[in-house]
């Protein structure tokens, strides 16, 4: 979230403070963990390219297992 929003140069002014608030965290702990995540090279399209790779794959096994559940009725 808080990578994502340092991203788009349209929301990062001000983004780490932003987030903090919207997570109930100090921001000075968000800034440190967006930096540890930024040095260990996680930005933030790779974050977003994992999230979308896991929901399809949630998406598929949840179309799977509705019709394993259709064919078991």
Do not use: C, F, Y
């Amino acid at each position: 979230m808080a990578l994502e929003a340092l991203a788009d140069p349209d929301r990062s002014h001000g983004a780490i403070v932003r987030v903090a608030e919207q997570l109930g965290v100090h921001r000075e702990a968000l800034r440190t963990w967006v930096r540890k995540a930024q040095a260990e090279g996680q930005d933030a399209s790779s974050v977003s390219a994992d999230r979308n790779a896991r929901l399809a794959q949630l998406e598929k096994e949840n179309r799977e297992l509705r019709r394993a559940n259709t064919i078991l009725k």
